[in-house]
């Protein structure tokens, strides 16, 4: 070891002393690990050094040097701690007096396991997104949010030039496009008011659902236009739609934006809509309740929620269940769904949540009402809501309460309330464009006359 030490030699009396000074010569440097590996750039990690003598004895404390070869890839400090700063692999060198040890540092960014166009090591699986560089997604799924929108597009924009991050779009929260083109015609606008789009956001934003529209606000929204239109009439999902679906929607937002028109009305008749449904195509017609803000957006609500994937009783056609509580059910499109557990409506823009007790209408009890307990809910049209065991066919309009009563569908069943939200699909963006009549896959929900107590008839 290092150190002094002093030497007597002794001979009878004589004895003499000699001393002789030890130095330990670094002999070999080792450094642990023996390799380092980064899959995110700013990423750091410490190489540990030994130091050792020609007979392999430590040397503790010994100064040791560092050194990289190859700073643009990582950079290391005086105290041994490499720092990732791209793409390649750096070599880095321990000097200790003569001794050295060079190992690798390899940052390997280049890596797209999804193949999303966004490598492994900015896609940080945060939940939250930052930058470009600190996405937030899931390096091992391409559509972190499951809208149908790949994470590199959402980021990056798309490879056909449409600007998604610019228009708003996240790629960690599900992300619904929808471009509204509109008539005019007899003296009035069919173009949807900002209160009406933002009654529909709000209630998306309320289950973090982000909705983004384009109604010709102002760059970059600048897909929504008015159509001129002779007569204010389309023809449903016909030759005269897509013609103007061709002429007023860009081309780079197929596979990514929903396409409402809102004409007066459509093949002349008196529906509200008519929507693809899991489908990119929708058609709000809104007649003579145009200035109706909870119509207006019950009814975009309504024809969005087929593109959806849902139907009006949700997941099957049973239209009309006092216990869904939906605007996809034609007793709550035009004005909003029940807040107060009774069939009647309470002006709520809502999707159902799925909570409702079934209720069987060959065994109804009316002292559980719609939500399983009170209120209760006078089935019959009898003066109390106390009957149990009770046969009747409830689904049908229950506002204003007729009288005689009328009756439902004609079928006695069991009646489902829907998780709407739990279940909405967002593929139907990717829905074949059906330009070509006759080509289109999608099933169409044509959907309910607009009443004439909503403003006058058309
Ligand atoms: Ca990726
Ligand atoms: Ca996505
Ligand atoms: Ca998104
Ligand atoms: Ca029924
Ligand atoms: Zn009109
Ligand atoms: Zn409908």
Same mark, same amino acid.
């Given at each position: 070891?290092?150190?002094?030490?002093?030497?007597? =030699?002794t001979? *009878?009396? %004589?004895?003499?002393?000699?001393?002789?000074?030890?130095?330990?010569?670094?002999?070999?440097?080792?450094?642990?690990?023996?390799?380092?590996?980064?899959?995110?750039?700013?990423?750091?990690?410490?190489?540990?050094?030994?130091?050792?003598d020609?007979?392999?004895?430590?040397?503790?404390?010994?100064?040791?040097?560092?050194?990289?070869?190859?700073?643009s890839?990582?950079?290391?400090?005086?105290?041994?701690?490499?720092?990732?700063?791209?793409?390649?692999?750096?070599?880095?060198?321990?000097?200790?007096?003569? =001794?050295?040890?060079t190992?690798? =540092? =390899?940052?390997?960014?280049?890596?797209?396991?999804?193949?999303?166009?966004?490598?492994?090591?900015?896609?940080?699986?945060?939940?939250?997104?930052?930058?470009?560089?600190?996405? *937030?997604?899931?390096? /091992?799924?391409?559509?972190?949010?499951?809208?149908?929108?790949?994470?590199?597009?959402?980021?990056l924009? @798309?490879?056909?030039?449409?600007?998604?991050?610019?228009?708003g779009?996240?790629?960690?929260?599900?992300?619904?496009?929808?471009?509204?083109?509109?008539?005019?015609?007899?003296?009035?606008?069919h173009?949807?008011?900002?209160?009406?789009?933002?009654m529909?956001?709000?209630?998306?934003?309320?289950?973090?659902? &982000?909705?983004?529209?384009? +109604? #010709?606000?102002?760059?970059?929204?600048?897909?929504?236009?008015?159509?001129? $239109?002779?007569?204010?009439?389309v023809?449903?999902?016909?030759?005269?739609?897509?013609?103007?679906?061709?002429?007023?929607?860009d081309? !780079?937002?197929? *596979?990514?934006f929903? +396409?409402?028109?809102?004409p007066?009305?459509? /093949?002349? #008749?008196?529906?509200?809509?008519?929507?693809?449904?899991?489908?990119?195509?929708?058609?709000? %017609? @809104?007649?003579?309740?145009?200035?109706?803000?909870?119509?207006?957006?019950?009814?975009?609500?309504?024809?969005?929620?087929?593109?959806?994937?849902l139907?009006?009783?949700?997941?099957?056609?049973?239209?009309?269940?006092?216990?869904?509580?939906?605007?996809?059910?034609?007793?709550?499109?035009?004005?909003?769904?029940?807040?107060?557990?009774?069939? &009647?409506?309470?002006?709520?823009?809502?999707?159902?949540h799925?909570? !409702?007790?079934?209720?069987?209408?060959? /065994?109804?009890?009316?002292?559980?009402?719609?939500?399983?307990?009170?209120? *209760?809910?006078?089935?019959?049209?009898?003066?109390?809501?106390?009957?149990?065991?009770?046969?009747?066919?409830?689904?049908?309009?229950?506002?204003?309460?007729?009288?005689?009563?009328?009756?439902?569908?004609?079928?006695?069943?069991?009646?489902?309330?829907?998780?709407?939200?739990?279940?909405l699909?967002?593929?139907?963006? @990717? $829905?074949?464009?059906?330009?070509?009549?006759?080509?289109?896959?999608?099933?169409?929900?044509?959907? &309910?006359?607009?009443?004439?107590?909503?403003?006058?008839? /058309?």
């Amino acid at each position: 070891a290092t150190g002094t030490a002093t030497i007597t =030699a002794t001979s *009878g009396s %004589a004895s003499t002393t000699a001393t002789t000074t030890v130095s330990q010569v670094a002999s070999s440097v080792t450094l642990s690990p023996t390799s380092l590996s980064f899959t995110s750039v700013g990423d750091t990690a410490t190489f540990v050094p030994t130091v050792k003598d020609a007979g392999g004895t430590t040397i503790s404390g010994a100064t040791v040097t560092w050194a990289t070869l190859n700073s643009s890839v990582a950079t290391v400090s005086s105290a041994g701690l490499v720092t990732a700063i791209a793409d390649g692999t750096a070599m880095i060198t321990a000097t200790s007096g003569s =001794a050295s040890r060079t190992a690798t =540092a =390899a940052v390997t960014c280049s890596v797209d396991t999804d193949s999303d166009r966004l490598y492994d090591c900015v896609e940080t699986n945060t939940g939250t997104y930052v930058s470009t560089s600190d996405t *937030g997604t899931d390096p /091992n799924d391409s559509d972190s949010d499951d809208d149908a929108i790949s994470d590199g597009d959402e980021v990056l924009g @798309t490879l056909g030039g449409l600007d998604l991050p610019l228009l708003g779009a996240s790629p960690v929260i599900p992300t619904i496009l929808i471009e509204h083109d509109w008539f005019d015609d007899g003296g009035h606008s069919h173009k949807p008011t900002v209160a009406q789009l933002d009654m529909v956001t709000a209630s998306f934003a309320a289950q973090g659902v &982000q909705i983004i529209h384009d +109604y #010709g606000q102002g760059a970059p929204f600048d897909g929504g236009n008015f159509i001129s $239109d002779a007569d204010g009439d389309v023809d449903g999902f016909g030759t005269d739609y897509y013609a103007y679906k061709l002429a007023n929607f860009d081309a !780079n937002r197929s *596979g990514y934006f929903h +396409y409402n028109l809102l004409p007066h009305q459509y /093949n002349g #008749g008196s529906s509200s809509g008519l929507a693809e449904i899991n489908g990119d195509d929708l058609i709000t %017609a @809104t007649h003579t309740f145009y200035t109706n803000d909870l119509a207006v957006a019950g009814t975009i609500q309504h024809e969005l929620g087929h593109n959806l994937n849902l139907r009006h009783g949700g997941n099957v056609n049973t239209n009309r269940k006092p216990n869904y509580n939906s605007v996809m059910s034609y007793n709550y499109q035009f004005y909003g769904v029940d807040d107060d557990c009774t069939p &009647q409506e309470n002006g709520v823009l809502d999707y159902s949540h799925g909570v !409702n007790p079934s209720l069987d209408e060959e /065994n109804l009890n009316e002292t559980l009402g719609i939500c399983g307990g009170a209120p *209760g809910w006078d089935w019959n049209q009898d003066g109390d809501a106390l009957d149990v065991g009770l046969i009747a066919d409830i689904n049908r309009d229950w506002n204003p309460l007729p009288s005689p009563p009328v009756v439902g569908d004609g079928d006695l069943e069991i009646l489902f309330d829907y998780d709407d939200w739990s279940n909405l699909s967002y593929t139907g963006i @990717t $829905d074949f464009d059906g330009a070509v009549a006759g080509s289109r896959e999608a099933e169409l929900a044509i959907c &309910q006359a607009f009443p004439d107590n909503l403003f006058g008839t /058309n």
